[in-house]
T-cell receptor, first 110, second 114 residues
Framework: GDSVTQMEGPVTLSEEAFLTINCTYTATGYPSLFWYVQYPGEGLQLLLKATKADDKGSNKGFEATYRKETTSFHLEKGSVQVSDSAVYFCALSTGNQFYFGTGTSLTVIP | ETGVTQTPRHLVMGMTNKKSLKCEQHLGHNAMYWYKQSAKKPLELMFVYNFKEQTENNSVPSRFSPECPNSSHLFLHLHTLQPEDSALYLC?????????????FGPGTRLTVL
C-alpha cells in the first residue's frame, strides 16, 4: 500500500547549520507530496507541497523537490534558526487518503 | 490561525464518562477529518466526511462516534473510553478530497482518559 518513510529523529543542530530531513514514499499512482510542521502545543501547519514530478515546493527558506525517480521528497534549509525547532512531517495524498510519516523532531540550539 | 478551531483544548475524563469534541472550520471547505496522534506513531486517520457524508471509517472502535451536521462542523462523541485512547485528537479540513488539496489542521484536543 501507499506509505511514507522519514528519517528518525531527534535531530539537533546549531543555529545557521544546514538541515536535511529525508523522506521517501511508496505510491501506486501519482501522489501529491507535503511537508507539515508542528510547533509545541499546536496542530500541523502546511510548510510546502509539490503536486507533480520535478516540482519544487518552498516556503520560509525551506525547500523540497518531488523526485519520482528516487521516490523522494527531502526537506532542506540552508541556515536553520532557533525558531525552526519543531516536529516535521512528510505526507502524501492520493485524494482519498492522506499518509503521514512518523515525524522528525528538530531542535536548534543557539 | 483561526481557520480550524477545536474545543475543548484539553479534556480529562473517566472511563465511564461521555464527552464530545467539537471542530469548526471557517474556510468554506467540503471535507473534514478526525485524526488521532499518539506519541511515536504516525497520525492515524479515523474518519472522513465529504459534503456531510462519511467516506472513510478506518476500523475505529464504536466507542468513538462521529457526527457531521453540516460542512462546517464536526463532532467526535466519546463514551466508555480506555486509557490507551489518551492522545491528541486533531481535526482537519480540505477543499475537497482531490489529490492536491491541502489539509488544514486545528490545534487539537489533548485527551486524557483515567
Amino acid at each position: 500500500g501507499d506509505s511514507v518513510t522519514q528519517m528518525e529523529g531527534p535531530v539537533t543542530l546549531s543555529e545557521e547549520a544546514f538541515l536535511t530531513i529525508n523522506c521517501t514514499y511508496t505510491a501506486t499512482g501519482y501522489p501529491s507530496l507535503f511537508w507539515y510542521v508542528q510547533y509545541p502545543g499546536e496542530g500541523l501547519q502546511l510548510l510546502l507541497k509539490a503536486t507533480k514530478a520535478d516540482d519544487k515546493g518552498s516556503n520560509k527558506g525551506f525547500e523540497a523537490t518531488y523526485r519520482k525517480e528516487t521516490t523522494s521528497f527531502h526537506l532542506e534549509k540552508g541556515s536553520v534558526q532557533v525558531s525552526d525547532s519543531a516536529v516535521y512531517f512528510c505526507a502524501l495524498s492520493t485524494g482519498n487518503q492522506f499518509y503521514f510519516g512518523t515525524g522528525t523532531s528538530l531542535t536548534v540550539i543557539p | 490561525e483561526t481557520g480550524v478551531t477545536q474545543t475543548p483544548r484539553h479534556l480529562v475524563m473517566g472511563m465511564t464518562n461521555k464527552k464530545s469534541l467539537k471542530c469548526e472550520q471557517h474556510l468554506g471547505h467540503n471535507a473534514m477529518y478526525w485524526y488521532k496522534q499518539s506519541a511515536k506513531k504516525p497520525l492515524e486517520l479515523m474518519f472522513v466526511y465529504n459534503f456531510k457524508e462519511q467516506t472513510e471509517n478506518n476500523s475505529v472502535p464504536s466507542r468513538f462516534s462521529p457526527e457531521c451536521p453540516n460542512s462546517s462542523h464536526l463532532f467526535l462523541h466519546l463514551h466508555t473510553l480506555q486509557p490507551e485512547d489518551s492522545a491528541l485528537y486533531l481535526c482537519a479540513s480540505s477543499q475537497d478530497q482531490t489529490r492536491g488539496d491541502t489539509q488544514y489542521f486545528g490545534p487539537g484536543t489533548r485527551l486524557t482518559v483515567l
